[in-house]
């Protein structure tokens, strides 16, 4: 029995070291490269001057200048559901420094189930009943605050009753319509002015027909938060991964209802896009095996959405570890690798989020498909080493230099916030400047 067991892992083995070299193959075709590096080149970077004075205006010369990227304005993240959600203190801080070692954006849970379990209990205070999962909005509004992390809420409305729908929801359409527009108006009280984004409606394409829920819901939605919030907000729809295998371009499911909802006036500002892999075996190796989501397609996808003239955010994405062994792992990061480079190469997109960071800590159900860069004991797995390689080496900015005879520094870098560090004899100035891709190209830097 045992030589017929050797063949079949043999077997095994081969298969997926062809099914891998084909996956390479479409990644390293010369074309497919190119426009992902042009494109970090041409919508990640900007030309900058740097005028650096003393505060009466005496420009300052044959100073030492370093210039260092520390915040980019593009947004990466993940959710933040498990915000002191560990048993120990100890699990809680590596899960919070993996987390800010690498992002700048974080998903805050807004649940309608488990935000407001009996009608008026609303768990937004930071010592309320924990949940698991489900952390209190302020808990993780106060790590947001404090670690310079742009939040985003999720989700306003949904009508998934697993995890979604309050049990105690009525099941009429004309109590229900209140209701909705009562928790948009408490959440906006309490968070306009401090949480910029939202997933106002989630994942309808996926209807719960069972669920009873007031016609034009979603548009309601929509208008609903247009008036409560301000005009600053930046207002969402979010939806599932299968608009990635929908290339019927502007007769695509997803593209027609943006497209409904916008002609009966609901204020859109962004467009969400989930891309979890966890519908199955096959799915996953489909794109290994380069039959789905290749970059030709991913391209065509995001061209597609791209003809709303508005942002595009990768909202929510697993990518799983199949199998859990070393080469699973590897796969993984290699699937990781290519993917934000080709998102964060395209210019209307605004952000990539992580959905679950570690193992372990996934919606039930979903745990089984392993889809953090960390292990369950909060390890670091390979993927970890190529986001972080990628947001931190790659994708960031430093430049030492030394100004002679002039007070102007040119420089080409990534989009965000800079830390400028002058020495200029035993004087040493440190300031923080924010280089944006829509504001200006040239700063002027006043030291004492």
Known sequence: MRPYIFILLLIGSHFATAQSARYDSLWANAAVEKRIADGIETNRKGDFTLIITAKNGTPIRNATVEVR??????LFGSNLFMINGFKTEAQNRRYEDAFLSLFNHGSIPFYWKTLEPEPGNIRFAANSAPVYRRPPPDAV??????????????TM???????????????????????????????????SRTIPMWDVVNEIKNRHIDVV?????ALNAFKRADAVFPKESILLLNETTSLWYDRKREYSQYYQTIENLLLKGARIDAIGLQCHFFHG????????????????????????YAHFNKPLHLTELTIPTIPDSPEGRHMQATVARNLYRLWFSYPNMASIVWWNIADGTAAPGEDKWRGGFLNEDLTPKPSYTV?????NKDWKTTLNTTLNDTNKLTFRGFYGDY???????????ERTVRLTKSGSKTVAVEIE
């Open 387 to 391: 986001l972080n390689d990628l947001i």
């Open 141 to 154: 509004l106060d790590f947001c605050r404090t670690n310079g992390i742009y939040p985003k809420g999720h």
């Open 281 to 304: 075996d096959q799915e996953y190796q489909d794109v290994l095996a380069g039959k789905t989501m290749r970059p030709a397609d991913l391209f065509e996808i995001l061209d597609t």
């Open 69 to 74: 990227l520390v915040k980019h304005e593009f």
């Open 419 to 429: 830390k400028i560090t002058i020495k200029e004899g035993k004087t040493v100035t």
């Open 157 to 191: 409305v949904w009508d998934n009753p697993q995890w979604a729908i309050p049990t105690w929801l009525p099941k009429n359409e004309s109590v229900i319509q209140p209701l909705i527009d009562k928790r948009i108006g408490q959440i906006a009280e309490r968070y």
């Open 213 to 217: 829920m007031p016609r034009d819901f």
